[in-house]
């Protein structure tokens, strides 16, 4: 097989690794499979310093056997999904800037957040979400949607892709056809969307066809299946021609990149499988494979792609067609440029930068019902829910002392308040919330900090549990915990659990604001 089939195949994939500096994993594939992108997460980032040396690192290797510079993406889109979080600005969660209210804000912290990224190296976002949040149950999207409606959706999304552009990255519109109305994580199992054609295209695709028209650079898929355009309901849009081929580029005219979302979630391993999926997606129509995670998994698929092209599966004419559109969006400055950044961020945290986040992040935060502070007089005990295992879409945060926490008590100490605090897994297990009503007995002021309660049979029962006369509730993440506890004595969200987002939250229950 000739060697210039293996090096297009390769600019095809995207890929992940698991280290802080260049490893045998990374390397072995740059250089021998010359894959195309590498995809970064929350184990390649220390600080935004090591990020940049990291990144000059990956394209010095790829220099070597490549004149086409490396796609270098990443999930930076704010909120509870951050890879990079300490020494950048605090981007608000994209349903923050919709309960803020300023189109305008949201445009300018995602230009922000742009040319932090930049600055460090990265030319790919994969950002912004243009689902439509309407499904309260959904597990997957919630905060980082800008909206429960297509309306707000595209005004919040536009804006964002507007900033995020401005700086010279490529962009990502994700999760087409729409993964907002699923009640079902697909980095776990599959989701169908079963509405017809006529609801999908006033509402879920609504969204992506401003994106379109607006330029966006790339589109990523989701994993799940929608009856109205893949009759097949084992099919998910990733793999589903009639999905990424007669709907994205035939009715919707999309002439850009097509990125599958990761080949290693449960809905398309446990099914088709990995290199079943490189196949079937390149088949369907997508024109990037990612797979994030294992070396194994990510050499097999390319193998197979190579095979499949080999054997006809896949036409030559499909993986010449995908590598057009990769090396076209290759030309975006980010990519072109990466010899001239310097190694070491100039301009990252900008004060004006650092006020604005804070500024959406108050106006955007909720207080539902009737409302009363603190009373500083008193002590408070504070039960908090927080994320301990991490996932995709739930970060473990860090603390202070890089301690994995994402609480509210050294803010609150700060405001003065004596607290003692009882923390439980965001799993919420019996014995977990026993322990917690028992350490809550007696107490005269109790803040109870949520994270996505409304799908936890433990939280729920503890939200109802607690005495309401003597309750706070915060949401840590959705803010449809709220209702869990209608009595309490205050009841806000902030689209978040960080600390930039717990912060407007003690301001409010101290009186601050």
């Known amino acids: 097989m000739e060697q210039g089939l293996r090096e297009k195949i390769g600019q095809l994939f995207m890929v992940g690794f698991d280290a802080l500096e260049a490893n045998d994993h990374i390397r072995n594939l740059i250089r021998q499979q010359r894959v195309g992108g590498v995809i970064l997460f929350r184990r390649n980032v220390h600080t935004p310093q090591q990020v940049s040396r990291l990144c000059r690192e990956l394209q010095e290797i790829n220099a070597e056997v490549s004149d086409i510079p490396l796609l270098i993406s990443i999930d930076q889109e704010g909120g509870m999904v951050m890879r990079i979080e300490q020494g950048v ?53 919630g905060v980082r949607a800008y909206g429960e409606d297509a309306a707000t959706v595209i005004d919040y999304g536009m804006a964002a892709m507007r900033g995020q552009q401005s700086t010279g990255m490529a962009v990502t519109a994700k999760h087409f056809p729409g993964h907002g109305d699923t009640a079902t994580d697909t980095h776990y199992a599959m989701a169908l969307v079963p509405h017809d054609k006529a609801r999908l295209q006033a509402v879920e695709l609504a969204p992506f066809r401003a994106a379109i028209a607006a330029g966006v650079d790339a589109i990523m898929t989701a994993h799940v299946v929608f009856p109205a355009f893949e009759m097949d309901t084992s099919v998910p849009a990733t793999l589903s021609k009639g999905v990424l081929t007669d709907l ?25 499988g990995i290199s079943g999926g490189a196949i079937a997606t390149l088949q369907a129509g997508a024109d990037i494979v990612l797979i994030s995670h294992r070396e194994a998994q990510q050499q097999a698929a390319i193998e197979a792609v190579l095979a499949a092209v080999d054997s006809g599966a896949i036409p030559l004419a499909r993986i010449d067609e995908a590598l057009a559109r990769v090396r076209q969006l290759k030309q975006v400055h980010a990519v072109r440029d990466w010899k001239e950044r310097t190694v070491t961020p100039p301009a990252l945290m900008r004060p004006e930068a650092m006020a604005l986040a804070h500024k959406v992040q108050q106006a955007a935060l909720r207080v539902q019902g009737d409302y009363r502070p603190l009373d500083a007089s008193l002590p408070v005990t504070l039960i908090t829910v927080e994320v301990r295992s991490r996932s995709e879409i739930d970060e473990v945060a860090l603390g202070r002392n890089k301690e994995a926490r994402s609480s509210m008590l050294p803010a609150l100490v700060d405001a003065g308040f004596e607290v003692r ?60 915990d709220l209702d869990l506890a209608p009595q309490a004595q205050g009841r806000l969200a902030a689209f978040g659990c960080r600390p930039a987002a717990l912060a407007p939250v003690v301001e409010k229950l101290a009186g601050k604001a």
């Open 89 to 141: 600005t605090p981007i608000p969660a994209a349903m923050a800037f919709q309960a803020a209210g300023s189109v305008l804000d949201c445009e300018r912290l995602n230009q922000v957040s742009g040319d932090e990224m930049r600055q460090v190296g990265i030319n790919m976002l994969l950002a912004p979400v243009l689902d439509v949040n309407n499904n309260r149950s959904n597990p997957v999207i």
């Open 248 to 272: 994205l580029r035939g009715e919707m005219g999309y002439e850009g990149v097509v990125i599958s979302d990761c080949l290693e979630m449960a809905a398309i391993a446990d099914g088709v």
């Open 421 to 480: 605090e009882f923390a439980l897994s965001a799993q919420a297990l019996p014995e977990e919330v026993d322990a917690a009503l028992a350490f809550a007995q007696g107490a005269r002021q109790i803040v109870l900090q949520t994270y996505n309660a409304l799908f936890v049979d433990g939280q729920r029962r503890l939200a109802g549990a607690l005495p309401h006369g003597q309750l706070w509730l915060v949401a840590g993440r959705l803010p449809y």
